[in-house]
């Protein structure tokens, strides 16, 4: 049974280990329609909640009368914050240190606010219900922009009144929230006041919203009997969900069992904890009975998790040859009712502090003020780490407005500005280690691929065109050079409610050689099934498709921190292989027992050891299995299976360069991508396929955001894009090809060497579609236009600049 | 709310049930029928995560009444899989393309593609997006979407009309 014929090569391909293009093992399911998705749970006896949402964005509730809607045949209860006040769940703490209403509090802070929570035999009955329910508003000032609220005397929340000192120092105004500052304000300053040139401009990072095509939901199910709750969830990380329900609803953390089912996108919408989760949870220990609660689009896109919302006014002082000398970024941090930001706890504006991008600039300051404003709560990664998209946006715009200052190829001024391949690992003026990276590499292959002097050269020519009225078509060629921070994350910096940011992955062999193996994340369609098990087939030698990946129950599932922050590979994905790597070390024992040599007279060759000098003489995984469960081994216990609790000794540094060109129609707004060059640099690559695959969509959820997603607001604090017929999300028929290409530097840190890939390509794409969008226009005298570029605001640009005669 | 008698042919098999007049398609399918291969991604007919065949037509039962198609005879991405149990040509190809990750609107998509090979069996990449337009995914960005389903026309084409039971079987693996 042991093919002596097979070389190792072959015997490794066997395995379809790491490098290996796995087809993916969860989409027998999911083709077939055998997905299992939080809707798609039916318990017996399930009962469907459904909240009242208020209409205003500030308001006080003057009264809630429940009468006409409990009188409905079929209503089964009403729970407004009276109901929850007794348990003490009628608020529950963010996050980000703050705390959150569950139920409107007496008062709302933002439209779509949660009332009231019906629950009804089913959901039609449960909506009739949400109509019969009277609520009395008396409606208030409202404040949309964070500016204003700054100054203004209307007090949000009215039930911080009084405390100067927030959950991250001191606060400066009631709506303030808090100040985070980092690098040196005084050494920046002076290198501002002593440049040859300092380019300043105000980079506004617009609202928008993950919106994943499932929305978020929750199964709750008291078993009275032996009182454990099972809750099912549309969670990014359940174990963290099982700590918290634990903490706020006083039931033992041992008598919850959270399930994450088959999750249907994420991108950061189900990282947080809402109102619904917890109103389904009181409902069923309430009822007695299964509380069903899933969102609709609009309550979706109008009370869970937006992203971005960050103003950022920024200086960058450089030599008169191009040489950064000094960043400064005062960013004003739109909150929205309540401080809900899904960060580590010691980051309240996330890993912001990444805004020196790939440049070694050695002075550097920051300063993030978070305010409360009218505006629905969140502050989520939307596919990308902690604000590292933020980040990226800006500085990517600050070298394009310097490059405008200076006259000079913005592409040249990234090269001579990057951190050196022999400077890693490099330190940072706002306080990171970068792991490793070689961004000259990566910049000149990409420039080539896309013949950069060929496109100026064209772009040179269409500007000829267009000035002789030949055409009414500019051509934007948009650059990026991203650094992203992923992986969060060493324990002794990131924690999340005071949970460690660790991961886990616990093995067991079976004894005819297949494999379960466990982790504490779990994956909303980044496959994980089939590339943590190429990472295990790699470092034990059993075939893949013989191990099972199993995540998402806290009752078997190893504690972990879940699925964000492109976190899974560089953290829990480190676990899998040092748990695999232990379990190699009892396999060398036990294959030194069965070959009769002393344990350091056998060595590893792909899927067996073998006598040192004799390679004829070997014992496969398999039969190493089989012998750990079935003889007595002087000194070893029998079994083979393993857990790794993995603390990363600091965060992966994913790099990228992107180029979009585009076209650009002056006199209907319109724009078309006619080419899309996306080379990313993720560390060790585990499955080729799937880093395209995460590339492909990561790049068009940038497109969405960069060219007209957004989530706006009137003045009244209306929500004006709560359907997706006013949310942009691009069709196949706008979505471009995407050229995918890449250098491998792997991180010295990883056991494998892999950083992580999910996030980069919406780090990445967000400023390539933007600063293309400004490249088109930039012979023309833009500097600065905000995003995101949809029709009317590029026509705009047109306009302002004079092309409409 | 009275209910009405329903009766209907979904993936070839006759079924029946009661329904209020305004119970929607997607409600029906998923709560009465248990066939939750179609699911709800926005309810106003935009995502298309619910599509399904009814009567040769690709139709959003998130926006469809039950009462509305009464008798009709309805695919859905269950009714794709082969006789033997292994995946469909659109489903092996997805998978084989890479053409899905959060799974969400696979079962839209694949669905809307059968029908979209059947009205155009030969289509250009132009007009797979344009045919695509009204399913949304938000993982995969299309580009393998559009791979999988170019294959699975060329597939499609390549069997002989007298033997399109043979071609493009695959053994379906065990489920993760």
Known sequence: MNDQTLTPEERAANLKGMGCARKRVEDVRFTQGKGNYVDDIKLDGMLFGDFVRSPYAHARVVSVNKEAALALPGVIAVLTAEDLSPLGLHWMPTLAGDKQMVLADGKVLFQGQEVAFVVAEDRYIAADAVELVEVEYEELPVLTDPFEALKSDVVLREDLEGQTEGAHGPRKHHNHIFTWEQGDKDATEAVLAEADVVAEEMVYYHRTHPCPLETCGSVASMDKVTGKLTLYGTFQAPHAIRTVVSLISGLAEHNIRVISPDIGGGFGNKVGAYAGYVCSVVASIVTGKPVKWVEDRMENLMSTAFARDYWMQGKIAATKEGKITGLWCHTTADHGGFDACADPTKFPAGFMNICTGSYDIPTAYLAVDGVYTNKAPGGVAYRCSFRVTEAAYFIERMIEVLAIKLNMDAAELRRINFIKANQFPYQSALGWEYDSGDYHTAWDKALKAVDYDGLRADQAQRIEEFKAGKTRKLLGIGLTHFTEIVGAGPVKNCDILGLGMFDSCEIRIHPTGSAIARLGTISQGQGHATTFAQIIASEIGLPADDITLEEGDTDTAPYGLGTYGSRSTPVAGAATAMAARKIRAKAQMIAAYLLEVHDNDVEWDVDRFAVKGAPERFKTMKEIAFAAYNQAIPGLEPGLEAVSYYDPPNMTYPFGAYICVMEIDVDTGEWEVRQFYALDDCGTRINPMIIDGQVHGGVTEALAIAMGQEIAYDEMGNVKTGTLMDFFLPTAWETPNYITDYTVTPSPHHPIGAKGVGESPNVGGVPAFSNAVHDAFRPFGLVQSHMPHDHWRIWKIANGLGMHG | ?176
Do not use: W
């Not at chain 2, 139709?59 to 995946?87: H, M, R």
């Not at chain 2, 030969?122 to 294959?151: D, H, W």
């Open chain 2, 1 to 176: 709310m009275s209910k009405m008698h329903v009766k209907l042919t979904v993936n070839g098999k006759e079924v029946e049930g009661l329904a209020e007049p305004r119970t929607l398609l997607i409600h029906f399918l998923r709560e009465d029928l248990k066939i939750t291969g179609p699911h709800i991604g926005c309810e106003t007919s935009h995502c298309g995560a619910c599509t399904v065949d009814i009567d040769g037509k690709s139709v959003k039962s998130c926006t469809t009444f039950v009462a509305q198609v009464n008798g009709a005879d309805i695919t859905t991405v269950e009714g794709l899989v082969n006789d033997d149990g292994s995946l469909g040509v659109l489903q092996e190809m997805f998978r084989e393309h890479h053409g899905l990750q959060c799974g969400f609107c696979t079962p839209g998509m694949i669905t809307r593609a059968h029908r979209l090979l059947q009205e155009n069996p030969n289509p250009t990449e132009e007009e797979i997006r344009f045919g695509m337009a009204g399913n949304l995914c938000r993982c995969t960005g299309y580009q393998n979407i559009v791979k999988a389903i170019s294959a699975s026309a060329d597939m499609l084409n390549a069997q002989a009309p007298s033997s399109s039971e043979a071609v493009g079987q695959t053994e379906v693996e065990a489920a993760e």
